[in-house]
T-cell receptor, first 108, second 113 residues
């Protein structure tokens, strides 16, 4: 099956810093989503981005489908950005394969 | 528009018991899928239902089963619980099969003692 690798596994930032999270996948995909998992476990949708670039406030994402990677940018990070960020892809079988996540800690 | 609703949110069971978890999708969504999250294995696909039919099943033993009702609500059942079944069980829905954004519920956290 498709493989999804996220990097870095852990990231510690000072409030106000910028960061880039990466997601590599091993096959072509027709769905790619970025999620933020809150402390209670819920997966919060950030982006649905099988290709192209999208922006939502301080967050933006780019997926280069031909090169099989996606990037999540967080600018001017805040303590509330802390948590685990997941990339998940669907290669056409209607199921999401998740990466192991990036644990982000933003300190004041 | 209400999101995906899962019940119960927390439950504790003992080995050998069975458990049933419920999921109500976003109104109008007919595809419902289930995922298991554990610290060791991460997030893994369990099964997907569309129009009351199971379309896909992940690599889990037969103790894990599910169903979908005509109103698109779904239940999953785990029989003969084992300690390793302790996990966060997440349900997701989307409006179309095979494509489109998935939306997740808050999860049901199961502890098996």
């Amino acid at each position: 099956g498709i493989q999804v690798e996220q990097s870095p596994p852990d990231l510690i930032l000072q409030e106000g810093a910028n960061s880039t999270l990466r997601c590599n996948f091993s096959d072509s995909v027709n769905n790619l989503q970025w999620f933020h998992q809150n402390p209670w476990g819920q997966l919060i949708n950030l982006f649905y981005i099988p290709s192209g670039t999208k922006q939502n406030g301080r967050l933006s994402a780019t997926t280069v489908a031909t090169e099989r990677y996606s990037l999540l940018y967080i600018s001017s990070s805040q303590t509330t950005d802390s948590g685990v960020y997941f990339c998940a892809v669907d290669s056409g079988y209607s199921t999401l394969t998740f990466g192991k996540g990036t644990m982000l800690l933003v300190s004041p | 528009k209400a999101g995906v609703t899962q019940t119960p949110r927390y439950l504790i069971k003992t080995r050998g018991q069975q458990v049933t978890l419920s999921c109500s999708p976003i109104s109008g969504h007919r595809s419902v899928s289930w995922y298991q999250q554990t610290p060791g294995q991460g997030l893994q696909f369990l099964f997907e239902y569309f129009s009351e039919t199971q379309r896909n099943k992940g690599n889990f033993p037969g103790r894990f089963s599910g169903r979908q009702f005509s109103n698109s609500r779904s239940e999953m059942n785990v029989s003969t619980l084992e300690l390793g079944d302790s996990a966060l069980y997440l349900c997701a829905s989307r409006g179309k099969v095979n494509t489109g954004e998935l939306f997740f519920g808050e999860g049901s956290r199961l502890t098996v003692l």
